[in-house]
């Protein structure tokens, strides 16, 4: 089967180029060198040439010679000894009219010169790369100067093809300088490569820049948020769900997550260098679950963060834990109640009637009490199923619920949220039940009061109290043990997110009361408080010096 080949990875495809690259580089600047060396090559042998021949015409030896009867006899001997010393391949002495006197070979002696002389015997040394006896050859001719007059001229040269040996000489050490820069570019470039292989996964350019495209498209589509920090603990990234779960706005790249304004704890989180595994941080309006990872690799090499919003869910799992307890409640009732009937049958079965009934009616009317209590003083329906639900639930563990005779607040339609207000009064009924469970003369008192704009609820315990100094709302804080204290900081969470406040008092005789403020959107209309023949007992004291939270 014809299979259509893989495109070469990035990384190969850079080495290719850069190999290329390297080699024309490497080309270039050996042809330029070639061509700088055979320049150099050719002048020096001009100046080689040059020198040889004036020192030769200036030579006093040779203006002698010239003015001898036989000159070539005197000069042959002397120009063959300076031929082989300066390392030239010929020196030529010859009278004006171009005539030899010398020569490498003696059989070219009284034969003609082959070259120009024009310049030189107007005085000038000059220098030109003619064909001559030996093949061509850079040569420089001067005159010899006698008592003001040309008696003489002089030409020495080197042959074209001793230049060429000479520059390949140096063409051997560029040939060889030109290798080594190719290999070391070769090597370097492959060493570059393969770590950029490693980087890339092997992936080439469509691959990385569709995988760059799936990247962006992923993180913008996903509800969850995605923060990843860099060694430096700077956001490098962030999508458009961890703005709105963290509610930043503008530009985060580049930024400390300290610099964002959110709470320390979440913040700790988002630093720590460990990994975080499912930690549930509140922020002003939601509940978070923050996981860490470091990123893989040698060093610090950054930290991936993951957030999911659990407000639905934490408030969700609230009403299915205040379900659960009336569940339990109903149980209990029913067995109380079957207890009771038992109870009521057997006593009618002995015949005692009169002492049925008034054990049977005295329940009754201990429940339609109660109901009516909270029913009278309490109009918003949520508020009071509520509160019926936790006073069954407080009796069956001992504790004594009741409504304050100040109680009184009418119904709240469209107001505030139903599911705030029972995070609000379910947790801060549950809180004062856990801390005065097991004590004497356990109570709790609600205080429900709806005036004007403003919507106060209380809850009044007479427990141990708080202990001194401690921050009851943060995250984590708890008198029941680890793995829990979230109740407490979902209510001033809600409260926070409709600009309401919570502040906690000690009353006089004991235990801790806490008082929610919201002001509403609308105001309510004035209610009276309940007859006092409905109020319930006194409660557990009177608060004392209020700390706002």
């Known amino acids: 089967m014809f299979r259509i080949p893989r495109p070469r990875s990035l990384a190969g495809q850079l080495f ?27 002048e020096a042998a001009q100046r080689q040439a040059g020198a040889v021949a004036r020192a030769v015409a200036d030579s006093p030896s040779v203006r002698a010679a010239v003015r001898g009867p036989d000159p070539s006899a005197a000069l042959q001997p002397y120009a063959e000894r300076v031929r082989a010393d300066a390392g030239v391949d010929f020196v030529t002495i010859m009278d004006p009219a171009g005539l030899r006197w010398t020569h490498p070979d003696p059989r070219r002696i009284g034969e003609r010169f082959l070259g120009n002389t024009a310049p030189a015997l107007r005085g000038d040394t000059f220098s030109e790369t003619y064909t001559g006896t030996l093949g061509p050859s850079i040569r420089v001719v001067t005159p010899v100067v006698d008592g003001g007059r040309i008696t003489a001229l002089v030409s020495s040269g080197i042959t074209v093809q001793a230049v060429s040996e000479r520059l390949g000489g140096r063409l051997a050490t560029l040939a060889w300088v030109a290798a080594g820069a190719l290999a070391l570019g070769g090597l370097g470039t492959y060493v570059i490569n393969a770590r950029l292989r490693r980087h890339t996964h092997g992936m080439n350019a469509a691959e990385l820049s569709r995988m760059h495209d799936y990247h962006q498209a992923t993180l913008h589509a996903v509800r969850e948020g995605v923060l990843m920090l860099d060694g430096r603990r700077r956001i490098s990234l962030v999508n458009d ?59 610090r090499r950054g930290t991936v963060v993951t957030l999911r919003d659990h407000t639905e869910l934490q408030a969700l799992t609230g009403e299915l834990d205040h379900e659960r307890g009336f569940t339990r409640a109903l149980r209990s009732q029913a067995h109380e109640a079957a207890n009771r009937l038992h109870t009521v049958v057997s006593l009618i079965e002995l015949g005692r009637t009169d002492e049925a009934v008034e054990f049977a009616t005295a329940e009754l009317e201990l429940a339609q009490a109660l109901t009516d209590q909270v029913v009278t003083a309490v109009d918003e329906p949520v508020l009071a199923a509520l509160l019926l639900g936790k006073a069954a639930q407080a009796h069956e563990r001992g504790v004594e619920l009741v409504v304050t005779p100040d109680s009184a607040l009418p119904a709240l339609p469209a107001l505030l949220p139903s599911r705030d207000l029972v995070t609000v009064l379910g947790n801060l009924v549950d809180n004062a039940v856990d801390a005065v469970t097991g004590s004497p003369g356990a109570r709790v008192e609600v205080t429900a009061r709806g005036r004007g704009d403003t919507l106060v609820l209380t809850v009044a315990d007479n427990g141990p109290g708080l202990p001194a100094g401690a921050d009851v709302f943060a995250r984590g804080w708890s008198g029941k043990g680890p793995g829990r204290g979230l109740g407490l900081a979902l209510v001033r969470q809600a409260a926070h997110r409709h600009g309401g406040t919570v502040t906690v008092a000690e009353p006089a005789g004991g235990g801790a009361a806490f008082t ?33 939270v």
């Open 516 to 548: 929610v403020r919201l002001p509403l959107p609308l105001p309510l209309p004035l209610s009276a408080p309940p007859p006092p023949s409905q109020a319930a007992a006194p409660g557990p004291g009177v608060p004392g010096a209020e700390r706002p």
């Open 241 to 299: 769900g961890g703005r709105a779960l963290l509610g930043v706005e503008g530009d985060l790249l580049g930024r400390n997550p300290g610099e964002l304004g959110l709470p320390a704890p979440l913040t700790g989180a988002l630093l720590a260098d460990g990994p975080r595994v499912d930690e549930v941080h509140l922020t002003a309006d939601r509940v978070l679950v923050v996981n860490t990872s470091p990123v893989a690799g040698g060093g």
């Open 16 to 42: 290719a180029m850069q190999a290329v690259l390297v080699a024309v580089v490497v080309a270039g600047c050996a042809v330029f060198g070639y061509a700088a060396a055979r320049d150099q090559a050719v």
